[in-house]
Structures are given as C-alpha cells and as structure tokens.
C-alpha cells in the first residue's frame, strides 16, 4: 500500500516536472518569437551602413578642409564645406530624413614653426535620421597631423624626425617628395629613410647634401594633403 | 507501472514543442540575402575608399580601373552595376564604359536586388605641396544580384 503510494507519487512529480520544462519550452519560444519578429523588420546593418558611412564621409570633409587650409591659410574653409556638407546630405540621401547638426568646430589651428608642430582641425556632430527614428547620435571627426624634429640638426647635415597623426599614430611610407626644406635654405634634402625607435615607433632620417648651419624650417605633407611646417 | 505518465509525458513535450513550432517565424532567406549583398557592397566600397582608390578612381574618371577593382573585392558570384552621380543627379560615369559586371539580364529578372549609396566628399589635385582640396561630392549607387 505504502509502495503504490510512494509510486504514485513518483509519476505525478514525473508530470509536474514536465509540466514545468513544457512551459519552459513555450516561454522559451515566446521570447524566440518577440525576437526574431522584431529583428525581421529591422535591417540595423542597413542602418548601420548609412550611419558609417555619414560618418566616414564627415571625417574625410574635416581632413579636405584641414588639407585646404594649410595649403591656402583660410581658416574659414572647414565651416563653409560643413555648411555645403549639411545642405547636400539631404540630396545624397533623399527619403531618409537625414538632418546633420553641429555641435561644436575646431576651426583649423596651424601651430607652425616649432620644434613640435601640428596642424589640427575637429568638429562634432549630432546626427538625426527621422526615417530609422535615429535622434541625437553624436560623433567627433578629428584631424590631426604633427611634426617633431627630435635632435637638433645645427652643425649635422641629417635631421630626424617623427610625423603623427591622430591618437598619436605614426604615418607610413613618406618619401622623399613628402618632406621640404625652407625655400631660402642652403642645403636640400638628398635621401628620406626611416627607422624604428622604441620611443618614438617611426623616425624618419632627413639626409641633406651639405651642413646645416643656421635654423632649418622643415615641411611635410601628407598623403592626405595635410602640411604642417616645423622649425629647429 | 509509468508507461501511462511517460506517454503522458511525451505528450505534453510534443504538444509544446508542436505549440512552440506553430508560432515560429523564420526570416525570410530574401531578406537576409539583400542585406548579406548591401554589407559586401558596403565592405567593398569601404575598403577601396580607405586605400584610396576609390576616389583616386571617381576623379580621375578612370573606370576601367574602377571596375577591375570592384571585380577583386567583391565575390565572383556577386554580379554588380554601379552608376556615378553629381549632387545635380547627373550620370558622371560615360555609358560607353559601364562599371559593371555579369550578365545585365540577371539584374532584370532577379527578385533580390541590393542596393547600396556611397558618398565621396571631394579630391586632392596634383602632388604633395601643390595640392588642391576640392569639395565636390559624388554620389554612389551600387547594385548587386548573386549570379
């Protein structure tokens, strides 16, 4: 009597538990449901898309600016091409609702003719698309170029130097043609090579054809077409 | 003496599992293959631009290069058509070298065409020191079918 008991028992708890993974299951499938539904009718890599590529093409308009003023000294360039820029965002992506405001400018800031010189430009900016409810995105497009002539050349006919870009980046495969001197100096540059340096990840090694005796004004432009002017 | 619960049992799993079946919605394979095509294209123009021969290409109005190099990022099963735009919705690509690849016909008769916009703000003239940073954008629209 005990024993049948006992088994009965038994294959009601067998029940119960099934009971309990069957419901498991099911809300299990519910959550799947709610889930694969809404991701359906969402494409995010479409969004993901038009949002990266807004923001590729905002950091590239910073750089062609910053490139512009070193080139020209207007300083007024990174405004008037954001200004362009905004306009014509909603031609590139009609339909969209794509509205691109500035929160902040860093004017171009050519700070030249010191041993360590840069050339700097930034900008941020709050991107709204009504048509992917997107509201507030923030982003900050920055350029950056820096030149440092790191030992002084005075009585030596090589210079060495670093060129960064932004987060302190070293910049690759600059030649001989990416590098100046001053139009009134009395030596030219013979040879550009580079060397690895644990301080300082890249130097570049200026070789010129004769004794530098007076202060130098070296130049570099990038392959971005950002110049940055630097004297020791 | 538990055939009766185990029976009872497999049922009640079936039955939610069948329950569970019934309510599954499995994402079209359409859908997902138009994204798939919009990520590559995406990914392909992307990489071009960030070694700059994408714009190096536009501006130059070199689009037989143009089109070789789409032909080595993108997959060979990934049929292409590209057209070039100004801001004024002029064609800028010359309809005699089309920036294409594969058969047209596909790109007619394919339900699952992936369209993907790509923006270039503008271009550097001439050589370093020289240079001149022009703001003129062009508009990119690539199109893509699986062949």
């Known amino acids: 009597m005990r024993k049948s008991i006992i088994k009965q028992k038994k294959g009601q708890f067998i029940i119960i538990a099934i009971l309990f993974i069957a419901t498991m299951i099911i809300s299990i499938g519910g959550m799947l449901y709610t889930t694969v539904t809404y991701y359906k009718y969402e494409p995010w890599e479409e969004y993901l898309t038009l949002i990266g590529s807004i923001e590729l093409s905002s950091e590239r308009l910073v750089e062609l600016s910053l490139s512009n003023c070193t080139h020209t000294n207007d300083t007024s360039i990174l405004r008037t091409n954001l200004g362009s820029w905004q306009r014509d965002l909603t031609k590139i992506y009609p339909g969209y609702g794509v509205e691109l405001d500035l929160k902040s400018v860093k004017d171009p800031d050519l700070i030249w003719y010191n041993p360590i010189s840069f050339s700097n430009a930034s900008a941020t900016f709050s991107l709204d698309i009504s048509f992917l409810g997107l509201s507030g995105y923030e982003f900050t497009a920055i350029s950056f170029l820096n030149l440092t002539i790191i030992n002084n050349p005075i009585n030596s006919s090589i210079i060495n130097a670093t060129v960064t870009r932004e987060a302190g980046n070293p910049v690759f495969n600059l030649k001989r043609n990416n590098f100046r001197l001053q139009e009134d100096s009395t030596v030219n540059i013979v040879s550009v090579t580079s060397r690895y340096d644990p301080n300082n990840t890249l130097v570049y090694i200026i070789t010129c054809d004769g004794v530098i005796s007076s202060p130098v004004t070296l130049s570099v432009c990038d392959h971005r077409g950002i110049k940055v002017e630097a004297t020791y | ?147």
């Open chain 2, 1 to 147: 003496m538990r055939v009766i619960e185990a029976i009872l049992a497999s049922f009640i799993i079936i039955a939610a599992l069948t329950f569970v079946n019934f309510f599954a919605v499995n994402p079209s394979s359409q859908k997902y293959e138009t994204t798939e095509l919009e990520k590559l294209g995406y990914n392909a123009l992307h990489d071009l631009d960030l070694q700059g021969l994408l714009a190096k290409f536009v501006y130059t109005e070199n689009w037989k290069n143009l089109t070789a190099a789409l032909s080595v990022v993108l997959p060979s099963d990934a049929y292409f058509n590209m057209t070039i735009f100004d801001l004024n919705d002029n064609i800028v690509n010359d309809p005699g070298i089309p920036i294409s690849y594969g058969d047209p016909e596909i790109f007619k008769n394919s339900n699952v065409i992936a369209s993907v916009t790509y923006s270039l703000i503008g271009h550097l003239n001439g050589n370093p020191f020289e240079y001149e940073s022009l703001y003129d954008p062009r508009i990119l629209s690539l199109q893509l079918v699986r062949g």
